[in-house]
């Protein structure tokens, strides 16, 4: 499956932006899909995923409760909504899908096979 994120630019904080990534060419409806950032010199970050059905939901710690993550099948979209941005939000974010995931890699980055290629969330303070 390829995936294509966008929706990234430069806010400020305490505004919000939504960031989109448009799956084709594989079985969308029924991976875990879900979103990764990368700050400058830091390692790769869980941000939040989803289950096929949409019915489960995961956070990381930092984003939980500010950010919310949805997705379309019918659609082939995978979407996340960004509230209350702070500074320490800002990175390069990355979509990701994976079949199969189980609950204990939920968060692991080598659990998701096909990667986006990233767009970039400035947050200014």
């Known amino acids: 499956v390829q995936l294509q994120a966008s929706g990234g630019g430069l806010v400020q904080a305490g505004d919000s932006l939504s960031l989109s990534c448009v799956a084709s060419?594989?079985?969308?409806?029924?991976?875990?899909v879900g979103w990764f950032r990368q700050a400058p010199g830091k390692e790769r970050e869980f941000v939040a995923s989803?289950?096929?059905?949409?019915?489960?939901?995961y956070y990381g710690d930092s984003v939980k409760g500010r950010f919310t993550i949805s997705r379309d099948n019918a659609k082939n979209t995978l979407d996340l909504q960004m509230n209350s941005l702070k500074p320490e939000d800002t990175a390069v974010y990355y979509c990701?899908?994976?079949?199969?995931?189980?609950?204990?890699?939920?968060?692991?980055?080598?659990?998701?096979?096909?990667w986006g290629q990233g767009t970039l969330v400035t947050v200014s303070s």
């Open positions: 060419g594989g079985a969308f409806s029924t991976y875990t």
């Open positions: 990701a899908a994976g079949p199969g995931i189980i609950l204990s890699s939920i968060k692991a980055e080598r659990a998701y096979p096909y």
């Open positions: 989803i289950r096929r059905s949409g019915g489960y939901t």
